[in-house]
């Protein structure tokens, strides 16, 4: 989303988890996906970097904050949804992958995540304020995931601050354009050119 709204122009390989390209093993070895590969080479391999760099870029809808204690906010709150959240939140989803032994109840280590979030999103429409920041786009995919796994669960939590926010994502037009589906790539295949519109 941060490379659609960025309108950098870029070739999109669409790449399946289970069958994964050489050429991508060459650029990262690490495997995994987002990776964005520079004209110069250079291969960034993690999504927050990918959307700083696009809008660093260009960023039309100003979603970068200048604000150092709103930068050190979106940070925090990134930390805790990329960390314990989806410790969390794959252990709830994916219950027989994971023997941690320690009888956790994931779901409701996650729910008090969101019950955080609901707080911020009843004082304003957003994260961090009225307006959407890189912050809200950083940690909706995965509320929709939680949202995704058990959706009259998620209907039923008393928060609709939440749920209104993530509805208004998930129905958005940005959303839409980048949920496309495109065909897997095969080093044969003629290069795929996307561009977004902010
Ligand atoms: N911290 C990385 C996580 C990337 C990640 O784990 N991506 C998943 C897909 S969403 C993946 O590629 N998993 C590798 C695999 O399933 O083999 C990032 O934000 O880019």
């Known amino acids: 989303m941060a490379l659609a709204v960025s309108t950098v122009r870029y070739a999109l390989r669409e790449v399946a988890l289970k069958d994964k390209p050489t050429a991508l093993l060459e650029v990262s070895p690490k495997a995994t996906v987002p990776v964005l590969v520079l004209p110069e080479g250079q291969v960034i391999d ?26 050190a906010m979106t940070m925090s709150l990134i930390e805790v949804n990329d960390g314990p959240f989806k410790y969390h939140l794959d252990r709830m989803k994916y219950p027989n992958r994971y023997v941690d032994g320690q009888n956790q109840d994931h779901r409701a ?52 601050a939440l749920q209104r926010w993530l509805s208004g994502w998930e129905s ?19 290069e795929i050119h996307v561009q977004g519109a902010a």
């Open 172 to 190: 958005s037009i940005l959303f839409e354009t980048v949920m496309a589906k495109y065909p897997i790539w095969r080093p044969d295949n003629e």
């Open 109 to 160: 280590e996650a729910v008090s995540w969101l019950v955080q979030l609901e707080d911020r999103l009843r004082e304003h429409a957003f994260l961090l304020g009225a307006v959407e920041t890189l912050v809200d786009v950083a940690v909706f995919p995965f509320i929709r995931q939680f949202a995704h796994a058990d959706p009259l669960g998620f209907a039923a939590l008393p928060m609709p």
């Open 46 to 71: 993690q999504s927050l970097d990918i959307m700083r760099w696009a809008l660093g870029q260009h960023d039309p809808r100003h979603w970068l904050v200048k604000d150092e204690s709103l930068r």
